[in-house]
């Protein structure tokens, strides 16, 4: 039975990393052998049609895109003092851009809403071109009501329980973080021993 060479063994060779005994080894089986020749003929082609895309210029804003998406990581966990963990009910980037205006579509500011059960967290991220660094624009408010913001709420971003930054929100129930994209990330809202947030 004809032994046929490994893909790897032709790319190998295809690209000139195979010399002496080798290399007259292959260019013989590859006369004689029908399914290896279609093999390296394909693969021949293939490396001809990407050699060009070495030198293809990536736009800028492509790349500032691309960073952006992964710099804008979703919240791992929120939780609101006592235990109650926070479920995501809206993401922007799950959401289809309008036909005809995708190209107006921002991937550096990502729209996030939260439930937890009495309460909203409504989240905005922005990564700064240029920059790793993620600005969190938050707004805390009661589900029911979404005029009735939660004031003076303390609001700690945690990376695998790390300290990353703190805050409390204001009387609109705002509140604003700047930090480095990390794993793990969890905000906490309220301290655990605490009593209602004022209305």
Not at 9 to 20: I, N, P, Q, S, V
Request: contains cysteine.
């Amino acid at each position: 039975m004809q032994r046929h060479y490994d893909i790897t063994e032709w790319l190998d060779h295809l690209r000139g990393f195979t010399a002496g005994d080798r290399k007259t080894a292959l260019d013989a089986h590859r006369r004689q052998c029908n399914a290896c020749d279609a093999t390296a003929d394909w693969l021949a082609r293939t490396l001809a049609d990407t050699a060009g895309e070495r030198n293809t210029v990536v736009p800028e804003q492509v790349l500032h895109n691309a960073r952006a998406i992964f710099a804008l990581r979703a919240l791992d966990q929120i939780q609101v003092r006592r235990g109650l963990l926070a479920s995501l009910v809206f993401d922007s980037f799950t959401q289809p851009a309008l036909q005809g205006v995708r190209s107006e579509q921002r991937l550096d500011v990502r729209h996030l809403l939260y439930d937890a059960g009495a309460y909203a967290i409504d989240v905005r991220l922005e990564h700064e071109r240029g920059t790793p660094a993620v600005t969190m624009i938050g707004q805390i408010h009661h589900a029911a009501d979404s005029g009735r913001h939660v004031a003076h709420m303390p609001v700690t971003l945690t990376s695998n329980e790390s300290v990353l930054a703190q805050t409390v929100s204001n009387q609109f129930g705002e509140f604003t973080l700047k930090y480095t994209p990390q794993s793990g990330l969890g905000l906490h809202l309220g301290a655990q021993d605490q009593a209602q947030p004022e209305s």
